[in-house]
């Protein structure tokens, strides 16, 4: 992509922050999940979101699903003549931003009932939806999504207990795709799949993107995954935004420290690469009580003083590029 489309997706100081009561830290402490993010997610794109784990990604996704409580600030959905602010949508339309946003879940194994049929599973968001006038053509639309997704029909009358993971996983993305979504949050979607299957998984949903104009959210702690699949990539830690950029930009010049040790520590093939990984010392802070000033401080290797003094904000980076750093030209090279 070389010019970015306009979003379909839009956050604005997004937070979600869960209270935790008032006997934990003596006070009204406060888990803050997400922290003012703002991010566009143009439509169209395969947009990568990485990060540790507890960095907040999948808080994040599941904020712009409406399946986390927003705190504060916007989220904004606009596919043509339909736009919604989730934060203040009423349950009215809660149904109808359903059908336009889904979630690929994780697990391909948990994620689907062993007491139904493939042909049910899939079909049941259309029927909980009202979306089908009746049992034929709720049938019609099950078989167009599973030839999509390039299950055998002659399954369809199986239980989920036949199928390898692969084929569990194109399961759950058909029932994700039923009702005609134009958003996909695909959370770690192929994390628990075999390194061949993963590709094949990968190769579907960039086909599936192509075919039903979808623009997905990937979220991801593979890097190598997310360089092959994704227009942009946005770098969590501890519930903000420290760097965003258009995939190649990003690999070939990270510009924030995390997103540079993050790198490092992905495996080269190249036996002539004798590039050390930079490992990061400590673990990510809790974000009840995150450092104070720029949040990766602490654990920063090139940290300076008045880092813990100055929160950093995104800032324009050139080439498509926005970082959270105060020293990310000085950091360059
Ligand atoms: Fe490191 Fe300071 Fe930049 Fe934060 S602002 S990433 S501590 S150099």
Redesign the pocket.
């Known amino acids: 992509m070389n010019e970015m489309a306009s979003p379909l997706v839009s956050l604005d100081t997004l937070s979600v922050h869960y209270p935790l009561g008032r006997r934990l830290l003596g006070g009204n402490a406060v888990l803050k999940a997400i922290d003012e993010v703002s991010l566009d997610i143009p439509k169209g794109s395969f947009f990568g979101l990485v990060g540790e784990s507890g960095s907040g990604k999948t808080t994040l996704g599941r904020a712009i699903l409406k399946a986390a409580p927003i705190s504060g600030g916007h989220v904004r959905f606009a596919d043509g003549e339909v736009e919604y602010d989730l934060a203040h949508l009423p349950k009215a339309q809660l149904r109808d931003y359903r059908k336009r946003a889904q979630l690929i879940f994780q697990d391909p194994y948990a994620a689907l009932s062993p007491r139904m049929t493939v042909r049910d599973i899939i079909a049941e968001p259309l029927e909980v939806m009202g979306l089908t006038a009746n049992r034929d053509e709720t049938d019609a639309r099950v078989r167009e999504i599973a030839a999509k997704c390039r299950l055998n029909l002659e399954h369809l009358r199986r239980f989920p207990h036949a199928f390898s993971g692969g084929q569990r996983q194109r399961i759950s993305i058909a029932r994700a795709l039923v009702c005609g979504p134009k958003f996909v949050v695909a959370d770690e979607s192929v994390a628990a799949l075999d390194v061949s299957i993963q590709a094949d998984i990968l190769n579907l949903l960039k086909s599936l993107q192509r075919d039903l104009d979808l623009t997905f959210l990937f979220i991801s702690h593979d890097l190598s995954v997310v360089a092959h699949v994704c227009d942009y990539v946005a770098v969590m830690y501890l519930g903000t935004l420290?760097e965003i950029a258009p995939t190649r930009e990003l690999f070939e010049q990270p510009r924030?420290?995390?997103t540079k040790a993050l790198l490092s520590a992905i495996p080269s093939l190249d036996p002539d690469d004798t590039g050390q990984a930079q490992r990061l010392e400590g673990e990510v802070p809790s974000p009840v009580d995150p450092p104070s000033?720029?949040?990766?401080?602490t654990r920063?290797p090139?940290?300076?003083p008045d880092?813990s003094q100055?929160v950093?904000h995104l800032e324009d980076a050139g080439d498509g590029a926005r970082v959270?750093?105060?020293?990310?030209k000085e950091?360059l090279g």
């Open positions: 420290v924030h420290p995390y000033g720029c949040r990766f401080h920063c090139v940290a300076r880092c100055r950093p959270a750093c105060h020293y990310w950091n």
